[in-house]
């Protein structure tokens, strides 16, 4: 009967299968013969080899096999493994994850897309490395945090996989960024001392002026508000309001994402007047030398910067002594019945250290040499205070980096020991220098020139300016090597040849003047340096049409060549608080050039000053002042190729640059060896930019005059033949250096002056 024969079909198939699973399931141990790896792509075969639990020769057993796929799937490089037996072969089937051939962003507008692509391989996503969903949505979520910190709230990210051949993928990151959320709305809840407007002047977020676009002022920040809150504090702790608080802070987000209001509530408290200050604790028997430090006035309301101030003040002090780790306390006593306090400064100067090692840190292009060079703290010396703020004020003052700071860490297992570490942040130290001023007579005029005062990193400068103008042709190449030796001696080496001509026609004559010069400078304090140099020059007066009668009558007495070896000397003091822009401190440079030797003998000075002074917050008042004489030696006259100008930027501003001075009797202007020149100016940060110093507005009045005795000067050195001018201008601290835009009306001017109302020049602070 045939049911009775599929029947036993049926069961011999049931108990093949059964074995075939229980096969599957469980193999019996067996000592491995060889080891085959199948699926590699890109993975080196040693990868699999050194991560599997069983080599050739050991027993193989389900544990081991188990241990295999785990410790493989650990590695993070396979998206399956399968671990097959062949008789006495263990085969290892591995699939490989793709791995990322490009990626690419499309619609990215507020970045450059070199920082999102930085911060995709700082989550692991990169060109060349395992692609993983993982990290696919890791990468999503930090392009949105950093939208987020740009305030752009309604940005959004879709992200597309596309696979190529050799198991690789395309990643696309396409990016709708929105509007960015704008402040349209700022309260402060609980005030009642001061108004509204004058809190809300106080913060650098806002809601929109016309400056926004430049500031984004505008733009939500959590730092900038936290920021904001703090100078709020200050605000009130300088005016006595010692218990001052800030209760809470709102932000709230408008449903499209792009409008945002916040809310500030605060409690003033009363205002304390102090009633007394004493100290307390350990000041190393200089009490007298400590209370000549405190700012905190009795009788006056609290103040927390004359505090914060005094408090610093302490901890410098000791710190000058090698206490570099002093303790100073301002602790309030409150007497709240009559708003008094009482203030106890409590010091613990803790122990004496010194420096075991100096670190240099940020520094990705200038070599470490250039910052320590400038240090005036020692190793293996006593911390001194003094000193490290000395060096930090050096390294600063080199220019060559936009933020210097010092820490302090202290030695494990040396309680009598730091480190110092200088932190600085690199900025690009080549400038360019570009003048440029438009007349109706004349058109329009340019200079141009390039510097790199720290080039390759190793702290000297490399010069060269270059005019091609038919007019004004200079070529001019400088070199500073600032420590030529170990002391701190520099030195200067200067390349030049110039031609100037009033026109561009060949026919009229022009002025030729090549020379080298050796300069060296040696300083005597922190602040001082006196420099002394030689030069060799020669001048061509070439005749020509329209030859002016004073240079004609000087090269029919001398010749129309003139050879100088000029000896320099000077001496420089600058305490400004910033080279390139300054609200406090003083310069001063004196040079003299002095050629005793050669058809041209004669004696040149020029002095400068610089004053500022903060007259505000904001406010900056500026005095600049150059006084320029020369004279000739023996029966000579001064070479009127020495001569000085007068007009433009560095001078009177609204004349034309080097436009106004003594004429001769045929009515050229021919400079005189006489100058005077006074700038006044009021430096602000232009509305709308905060407090920011590196865009400032000012307003000026310039005061000058270029005058001489001798070449039959038609105009003398006096107070008649002063120019002078008056107004406004921007000043902007550009990638390319200070560049200054000014708008000028004479005040006093002669006839046949040249007027040049509207000038710019880059690479100048006054």
Same mark, same amino acid.
């Given at each position: 009967?045939?049911?009775?024969?599929?029947?036993?079909?049926? %069961?011999?198939?049931?108990?093949?299968?059964?074995?075939?699973?229980?096969?599957?399931?469980?193999?019996?141990?067996? =000592?491995?013969?060889?080891?085959?790896?199948?699926?590699?792509?890109?993975?080196?075969?040693?990868?699999?080899?050194? &991560?599997?639990?069983?080599?050739?020769?050991? @027993?193989? $057993?389900?544990?081991?096999?188990?241990?295999?796929?785990?410790?493989?799937?650990?590695?993070?490089?396979?998206?399956?493994?399968?671990?097959?037996?062949?008789?006495?072969?263990?085969?290892?089937?591995?699939?490989?994850?793709?791995?990322?051939?490009?990626?690419?962003?499309?619609?990215?507008?507020?970045? /450059?897309?070199?920082?999102?692509?930085?911060?995709?391989?700082?989550?692991?996503?990169?060109?060349?490395?395992?692609?993983?969903?993982?990290?696919?949505?890791?990468?999503?979520?930090?392009?949105?945090?950093?939208?987020?910190?740009?305030?752009?709230?309604?940005?959004?990210?879709?992200?597309?996989?596309?696979?190529?051949?050799?198991?690789?993928?395309?990643?696309?990151?396409?990016?709708?960024?929105?509007?960015?959320?704008?402040?349209?709305?700022?309260?402060?809840?609980?005030?009642?001392?001061?108004?509204?407007?004058?809190?809300?002047?106080?913060?650098?977020?806002?809601?929109?002026?016309?400056?926004?676009?430049?500031?984004?002022?505008?733009?939500?920040?959590?730092?900038?508000?936290?920021? /904001?809150?703090?100078? #709020?504090?200050?605000?009130?702790?300088?005016?006595?309001?010692?218990? !001052?608080?800030?209760?809470?802070?709102?932000?709230?987000?408008?449903?499209?994402?792009?409008?945002?209001?916040?809310?500030?509530?605060?409690?003033?408290?009363?205002? !304390?007047?102090? &009633?007394?200050?004493?100290?307390?604790?350990?000041?190393?028997?200089?009490?007298?030398?400590?209370?000549? #430090?405190?700012?905190?006035?009795?009788?006056?309301?609290?103040?927390?910067?004359?505090?914060?101030?005094?408090?610093?003040?302490?901890?410098?002090? !000791?710190?000058?002594?090698?206490?570099?780790?002093?303790?100073?306390?301002?602790?309030?006593?409150?007497?709240?019945?009559?708003?008094?306090?009482?203030?106890? %400064?409590?010091?613990?100067?803790?122990?004496?250290?010194?420096?075991?090692?100096?670190?240099?840190?940020?520094?990705?292009?200038?070599?470490?040499?250039?910052?320590?060079?400038?240090?005036?703290?020692?190793?293996?010396?006593?911390?001194?205070?003094?000193?490290?703020?000395?060096?930090?004020?050096?390294?600063?003052?080199?220019?060559?980096?936009?933020?210097?700071?010092?820490?302090?860490?202290?030695?494990?297992?040396?309680?009598?020991?730091?480190?110092?570490?200088?932190?600085?942040?690199?900025?690009?130290?080549?400038?360019?220098?570009?003048?440029?001023?438009?007349?109706?007579?004349?058109? %329009?005029?340019?200079?141009?020139?390039?510097?790199?005062?720290?080039?390759?990193?190793? +702290?000297?400068?490399?010069?060269?300016?270059?005019?091609?103008?038919?007019?004004?042709?200079?070529?001019?190449?400088? @070199?500073?090597?600032?420590?030529?030796?170990?002391?701190?001696?520099?030195? =200067?080496?200067?390349?030049?040849?110039?031609?100037?001509?009033?026109?561009?026609?060949?026919?009229?004559?022009?002025?030729?003047?090549?020379?080298?010069?050796?300069?060296?400078?040696?300083?005597? =304090?922190?602040? $001082?340096?006196?420099?002394?140099?030689?030069?060799?020059?020669?001048? =061509?007066?070439?005749?020509?049409? #329209?030859?002016?009668?004073?240079?004609?009558?000087?090269?029919?007495?001398?010749?129309?060549?003139?050879?100088?070896?000029?000896?320099?000397?000077?001496?420089?003091?600058?305490?400004?608080?910033?080279?390139?822009?300054?609200?406090? +401190?003083? *310069?001063?440079?004196?040079?003299?050039?002095?050629?005793?030797?050669?058809?041209?003998?004669?004696?040149?000075?020029?002095?400068? !000053?610089?004053?500022?002074?903060? %007259?505000?917050?904001? #406010?900056?008042?500026?005095?600049?002042?150059?006084?320029?004489? +020369?004279?000739? *030696?023996?029966?000579?006259?001064?070479?009127?190729?020495?001569?000085?100008?007068?007009?433009?930027?560095?001078?009177?501003?609204?004349?034309?640059?080097?436009?106004?001075?003594?004429?001769?009797?045929? +009515?050229?202007?021919?400079?005189?060896?006489?100058?005077?020149?006074?700038?006044?100016?009021?430096?602000?940060?232009?509305?709308?930019?905060?407090?920011?110093?590196?865009?400032?507005?000012?307003?000026?009045?310039?005061?000058?005059?270029?005058?001489?005795?001798?070449?039959?000067?038609?105009?003398?050195?006096?107070?008649?033949?002063?120019?002078?001018?008056?107004?406004?201008?921007?000043?902007?601290?550009?990638?390319?250096?200070?560049?200054?835009?000014?708008?000028?009306?004479?005040?006093?001017?002669?006839?046949?002056?040249?007027?040049?109302?509207?000038?710019?020049?880059?690479?100048?602070?006054?």
């Amino acid at each position: 009967m045939p049911f009775p024969r599929f029947h036993t079909i049926a %069961l011999g198939a049931l108990a093949a299968l059964m074995l075939a699973g229980q096969t599957a399931w469980s193999i019996s141990p067996f =000592t491995v013969r060889d080891i085959r790896v199948e699926g590699l792509q890109r993975v080196e075969p040693g990868t699999v080899f050194v &991560s599997l639990p069983v080599r050739v020769g050991d @027993t193989y $057993d389900d544990d081991k096999g188990a241990d295999a796929i785990r410790k493989l799937f650990a590695l993070g490089l396979f998206t399956d493994v399968r671990v097959d037996v062949h008789g006495d072969v263990l085969v290892i089937v591995v699939q490989e994850r793709p791995t990322v051939a490009a990626t690419e962003l499309i619609g990215v507008k507020e970045f /450059d897309k070199d920082v999102l692509l930085k911060a995709l391989r700082e989550v692991g996503l990169s060109e060349g490395r395992h692609f993983d969903k993982a990290q696919l949505d890791r990468a999503e979520q930090e392009l949105k945090r950093q939208y987020l910190n740009r305030s752009l709230y309604a940005a959004e990210v879709q992200t597309t996989v596309t696979p190529i051949e050799r198991n690789r993928v395309n990643l696309s990151f396409t990016v709708a960024e929105g509007e960015p959320a704008k402040i349209t709305d700022i309260r402060i809840v609980g005030n009642k001392v001061f108004d509204l407007a004058t809190l809300r002047n106080l913060l650098e977020l806002d809601t929109g002026t016309w400056m926004s676009w430049y500031t984004k002022s505008n733009r939500y920040s959590r730092a900038k508000l936290n920021a /904001d809150i703090e100078t #709020l504090r200050s605000y009130y702790l300088s005016r006595g309001y010692l218990e !001052f608080k800030v209760d809470s802070t709102q932000v709230a987000i408008g449903t499209n994402k792009t409008d945002i209001g916040i809310t500030i509530n605060i409690s003033e408290g009363e205002r !304390f007047i102090v &009633s007394g200050v004493k100290l307390a604790g350990n000041y190393l028997s200089k009490d007298d030398e400590f209370k000549s #430090l405190v700012r905190i006035r009795p009788g006056q309301a609290y103040n927390g910067d004359d505090v914060a101030k005094t408090t610093k003040a302490f901890t410098d002090y !000791f710190g000058n002594f090698g206490y570099a780790f002093a303790n100073v306390q301002a602790k309030p006593e409150l007497d709240r019945e009559n708003n008094r306090v009482s203030l106890v %400064l409590q010091a613990d100067p803790s122990r004496r250290a010194y420096v075991r090692k100096l670190n240099v840190a940020g520094n990705t292009r200038t070599r470490d040499v250039v910052v320590r060079r400038e240090f005036r703290q020692l190793e293996s010396s006593w911390y001194d205070g003094d000193k490290i703020r000395a060096s930090r004020d050096r390294v600063d003052r080199l220019g060559y980096f936009g933020d210097v700071s010092v820490e302090t860490q202290e030695v494990a297992g040396a309680p009598d020991q730091v480190d110092l570490t200088i932190n600085v942040t690199e900025k690009p130290t080549g400038s360019l220098s570009v003048g440029a001023g438009y007349s109706s007579g004349d058109g %329009l005029g340019l200079s141009f020139g390039l510097k790199q005062d720290n080039a390759f990193g190793s +702290g000297n400068s490399l010069g060269v300016q270059v005019n091609t103008s038919k007019i004004n042709r200079v070529v001019v190449l400088n @070199t500073t090597d600032p420590y030529f030796t170990e002391d701190g001696v520099s030195r =200067t080496v200067d390349i030049y040849h110039k031609t100037s001509s009033p026109y561009q026609d060949q026919d009229y004559y022009q002025l030729v003047t090549s020379g080298l010069g050796l300069r060296f400078g040696v300083p005597f =304090t922190e602040i $001082d340096t006196v420099y002394f140099g030689a030069g060799l020059e020669k001048t =061509t007066i070439v005749p020509g049409t #329209l030859l002016p009668t004073s240079y004609q009558t000087y090269a029919d007495e001398y010749g129309y060549d003139s050879a100088a070896l000029p000896l320099t000397l000077g001496w420089a003091r600058d305490s400004r608080d910033s080279a390139l822009a300054p609200t406090n +401190g003083r *310069m001063q440079r004196v040079s003299a050039e002095w050629s005793f030797i050669g058809d041209a003998r004669y004696v040149r000075t020029v002095y400068q !000053f610089q004053q500022y002074v903060p %007259l505000s917050n904001k #406010l900056t008042g500026a005095l600049n002042m150059e006084l320029g004489w +020369g004279d000739a *030696m023996g029966d000579r006259s001064f070479p009127i190729f020495k001569n000085f100008y007068g007009g433009g930027l560095g001078s009177v501003r609204g004349f034309e640059q080097g436009s106004f001075g003594p004429k001769d009797i045929s +009515g050229s202007t021919v400079g005189g060896s006489r100058k005077f020149t006074l700038n006044m100016e009021v430096l602000s940060p232009l509305p709308g930019t905060g407090n920011d110093r590196t865009l400032r507005m000012y307003g000026f009045m310039d005061v000058g005059m270029v005058g001489g005795s001798d070449q039959g000067l038609a105009i003398n050195a006096d107070a008649n033949s002063l120019r002078s001018s008056a107004g406004v201008g921007i000043s902007w601290i550009s990638p390319v250096g200070p560049l200054r835009l000014a708008f000028a009306k004479p005040i006093r001017k002669f006839d046949g002056d040249k007027i040049q109302n509207m000038q710019f020049q880059i690479g100048t602070s006054f």
